[in-house]
């Protein structure tokens, strides 16, 4: 499970944090993904639900790592969400959904969950929020 702090200066609101705009980018990538998400359904469509918001957003080419993975016995592992990945989801897969854009020199975001591929679609592991989240200190 991850998510992003905004460092903010003395006065900023998120609204106007310059990673504002890209917190919300990465969030709706990572509902969409999490939307696709159901039995019968490839690897490869989850990841192309989440790049396809973060590419339309004109961030294609900040987003450099694969959509998700699944875990077990390890941390990383088979399947993945990539464009690649044409494994087909079942019920009882545990996944991850941990899209990201990072812009060299101003910082990345990156929300992650983990996920249980059910019968009915997918079912989010925790509870956290995924309101922005903001410190003054770095």
């Known amino acids: 499970m991850t998510r992003t702090l905004l460092v903010n200066g003395e006065g900023v609101s998120a609204e106007s944090h310059p990673l504002f705009d890209v917190y ?35 961030f294609g080419d900040y987003f450099g790592h694969n959509t998700g993975h699944a875990i077990g016995i390890e941390v990383h592992e088979d399947p993945r969400f990539s464009p690649r990945d044409t494994t087909t989801l079942q019920p009882g897969m545990l996944l991850t959904v ?21 019968p009915q679609g997918a079912e989010v592991l925790y509870a956290m929020p995924k309101t922005v989240l903001l410190t003054g200190e770095a």
């Open 24 to 58: 919300q980018i990465v969030l709706q990538a990572q509902l969409a993904a999490i939307s696709a998400i159901r039995p019968g359904v490839r690897c490869q469509q989850v990841d192309d639900a989440a790049r396809r918001v973060i590419t339309e957003a004109g």
């Open 98 to 118: 941990e899209p990201g854009i990072y812009l060299p020199g101003q910082g990345g975001v990156r929300i992650e969950d983990v996920v249980l591929v059910t």
